[in-house]
């Protein structure tokens, strides 16, 4: 085997060796998720190379040198200001939903008016729309990290997947008989999960547009779907108050996460999977133990319905966003509640970390998006200009561009 390179990733942080074996190139990675800007290098070096063969004593020098950047990259302040780049007025009804691509150099919003667009993310222009469904487009993704397609869920009950490069309608996916409300791609690229409010889940094969499995077991609406990282697993949300854990291979459920007294609304892995959180109109947060399907805590504070739930990108913190006005941030691990966010005027739909872990970003009724510092729970900035209420926002990989969707038919470009 022979080492070819290392990678440096920040979100999460880790080191990606690449090397060849038999010919092939393969990779993995080592997780830096404990690094601090005070942590020992040398110790962590000695750690790594005592664990990690590929690693000689001529490379660990390299080694050294990479985790003091990203100590660097660390200790760095994050006192960004974002400012209104764009105002995009194309969609003659309210947006749903807004996603960007993995690099952030696109972007996607679904709308009442049933379209998705696409558009470029520096210049604010409009790349293609995607025309054909007969309903909402309600749910919308990006096959990330590849980013070459898109998938759309509808009130018409289908699910299209497009090409992000020339707007091309590849498959329609029909099957549900009932309204699909979220939907997500498999790290693979290989398959689609569609949720829906005909009680079901559908796991459908983007190459040749078949239906792969039918997930039936929830008694209610299915209104949150998520893969694991590898994609062996998924989980659903439903309004029969429960989430369950599909085998994606078999197609069988392997755990019912039995608890919440009402609906769920959001539900989470963590970024290894071992944790799942799911938020519910008991206005609870829940966190799970993924391989046991056990309950290991219950987060609870708010005072009206849990509306979204959010984990950093190490795992190690956990946004809840509530329809009481306020937000908490939470230590994933011992349930300690870190800082209680007031300020928003109006129920929080939507939150989301940076990915540096380092601000928090809300959605509000209340025509504002905010940023949020998630140790002390202060409010670094308001979003304003939306003339009504804001149901989507997201940051781009790096953290330096947000976009905001509204029932105001617009969506807003902040840098």
Not at 123 to 143: C, K, M, P, W
Not at 226 to 239: C, H, Y
Not at 242 to 261: E, M, P
Not at 286 to 295: H, L, P, Q, S
């Amino acid at each position: 085997m022979k080492l070819k390179r290392f990678l440096l990733r920040y979100y999460p942080p880790g080191i990606i060796l690449e090397y060849e074996q038999g010919g092939n190139l393969k990779s993995k990675s080592i997780d830096l998720l404990d690094l601090k800007p005070e942590t020992d290098v040398d110790a962590v070096v000695d750690e790594i190379t005592k664990k990690e063969p590929l690693i000689t004593a001529a490379k660990a020098e390299q080694v050294r040198k990479l985790i003091e950047r990203l100590q660097e990259k660390i200790s760095q302040k994050d006192d960004h200001h974002f400012y209104l780049f764009k105002v995009l007025r194309a969609h003659i009804l309210p947006l749903t939903n807004v996603a960007f691509n993995k690099s952030g150099s696109r972007f996607i919003t679904g709308s009442y008016d049933r379209t998705c667009k696409v558009w470029d993310t520096a210049s604010g222009e409009e790349l293609h729309t995607l025309e054909g469904h007969r309903n909402v487009v309600y749910a919308i993704a990006f096959n990330n990290p590849y980013g070459d397609k898109i998938a759309t869920g509808s009130f018409d009950k289908t699910c299209k997947l497009w090409s992000s490069d020339t707007g091309k309608c590849y498959h329609t996916f029909r099957g549900h008989t009932s309204e699909i409300v979220c939907l997500s791609f498999n790290p693979q690229s290989s398959m689609i999960a569609t949720g829906s409010m005909d009680t079901t889940a559908k796991l459908w094969d983007i190459q040749t547009g078949q239906e792969v499995a039918s997930l039936n077991g929830h008694s209610a609406e299915i209104i949150s779907l998520s893969f694991n990282t590898t994609g062996s697993q998924l989980i659903t949300g439903s309004f029969d108050h429960t989430v369950s854990v599909w085998d994606v291979r078999t197609g069988q459920r392997a755990h019912t996460l039995i608890g919440h007294k009402a609906e769920i609304s959001s539900a989470q892995f963590n970024w290894d999977c071992s944790l799942i959180a799911t938020g519910s109109m008991d206005k609870t947060c829940k966190i799970w133990d993924t391989a046991t399907g056990r309950c290991i805590g219950t987060l609870r504070g708010h005072e009206d319905e849990v509306l979204d739930v959010a984990f950093d990108f190490t795992g190690q913190m956990l946004l809840t966003a509530s329809a009481d006005s306020t937000a908490r941030c939470y230590n994933a691990l011992t349930h300690s509640v870190i800082s209680t966010i007031t300020g928003h005027e109006g129920e929080i739909s939507k939150i989301t970390f940076n990915p540096q872990g380092t601000s928090v970003l809300t959605a509000s009724a209340d025509k504002t998006a905010r940023l949020w510092d998630p140790e002390d729970g202060k409010c670094k900035q308001i979003l304003e200009g939306h003339t009504d209420e804001i149901f989507s926002c997201a940051f781009n990989y790096e953290g330096n561009t947000i976009i905001t969707g509204s029932k105001d038919n617009t969506c807003r470009i902040w840098r």
